[in-house]
């Protein structure tokens, strides 16, 4: 055989061997790959998978049509749940909050509660102090009285001021309120001599023996001042012409311990016969009874004590009016 024979020869065998290759590169031609695939593992041809399915019932191919939208379904709730997710973890460490859309009159719980607000008192009160010190500053101390046994109440603790702080005296309060008679004036205004002696062993931890005296004495001439001036509360009210003192002070040390007002009443009530009545003690009188409003101006009782004095100043006008009104009607009826 000659050379050119056997070059020949060679070149045909490794043409049949080797691959066509692409003009791009060395990629194989796919669709001959995948045709020799499926007739080695005994496929059928897409044109054969397309006559099968439209020889199957239509019952089959809507629940393969169910199956696949269902997962489809599945995979996006999936992803968007994860994103979900991711969102919630940026809103937390980011610290926003998150906003629920909910319809008009449902009410819905907040996930963020939002922190307690502190009120601000007078700077007597702190967060140390007695829960019923602090309870008494927000409910009593400064808010108008006009009940005659409770002002004849508030005077006697007013005098134990001298001994005793307004905790102690608040946590006593009940001891005090046995002793006398629950502050009935008229009862004790009758307490005899034994009677007096007999408070003197069971309240010697409270009040001496002068004190016992004076709240008994005080009593009777409470009594007296009624006739007077129709009730103890008339009385004291009228030395601020019926309308409390409204101070405007910001620093607790701005607030006096005494006034020429609580000097004038102090004045008047031992010319009466009054005892154990000197200006501290009738100011510390007039602040707790609320004749003076005394509360600091950043205090949040401060406003509402205010706001308590123009009801009860409303209420007289009211009152007030109703009586002109009577008073016309029945001139014109006899006109």
Not at 176 to 182: D, M, S, Y
Request: aromatic residues 8%; proline residues 5%; positive net charge.
């Amino acid at each position: 055989m000659s050379v050119a024979t056997e070059l020949q020869s060679s070149t045909e065998t490794n043409s049949k061997a080797r691959a066509v290759f692409k003009p791009a590169g060395n990629g194989v031609r796919v669709s001959k790959l995948l045709e020799s695939k499926r007739v080695k593992e005994g496929l059928k041809k897409p044109q054969q998978t397309r006559r099968l399915a439209a020889r199957l019932p239509e019952s089959v191919l809507r629940s393969n049509v169910s199956v696949d939208s269902s997962c489809s379904s599945d995979s996006s709730y999936s992803v968007s749940s994860t994103k979900m997710e991711n969102f919630r973890r940026r809103i937390k460490r980011n610290g926003l909050k998150s906003v629920k859309v909910v319809p008009d009159g449902v009410e819905v719980p907040s996930l963020f509660p939002s922190p307690p607000v502190l009120l601000k008192r007078c700077d007597w009160i702190t967060p140390y102090s007695d829960p019923l010190y602090t309870s008494f500053h927000d409910e009593e101390w400064g808010v108008p009285v006009h009940d005659d046994r409770k002002l004849f109440e508030l005077l006697v603790l007013s005098e134990a001021l001298a001994e005793f702080s307004w905790p102690t005296i608040l946590n006593k309060r009940d001891v005090f309120r046995k002793l006398f008679e629950n502050f009935d004036v008229a009862a004790v205004a009758k307490f005899t001599e034994k009677k007096i002696m007999s408070l003197k062993t069971n309240g010697s931890m409270l009040l001496s023996e002068q004190k016992l005296r004076a709240v008994v004495e005080n009593a009777k001439q409470i009594l007296k001042l009624q006739q007077e001036f129709g009730s103890f509360s008339n009385y004291c009210w009228s030395f601020v012409n019926h309308k409390p003192i409204r101070n405007v002070f910001r620093y607790a040390r701005q607030v006096p311990v005494k006034t020429p007002k609580a000097e004038t009443m102090s004045k008047d009530l031992m010319h009466r016969g009054f005892r154990c009545v000197g200006p501290t003690v009738v100011y510390s009188f007039m602040q707790v009874a609320g004749i003076v409003n005394d509360h600091l101006l950043t205090c949040f009782r401060y406003q509402e004590c205010n706001t308590n004095i123009r009801k009860d100043f409303n209420a007289e006008i009211g009152d007030t009016e109703i009586l002109a009104r009577t008073l016309e009607t029945a001139c014109l009826s006899h006109i």
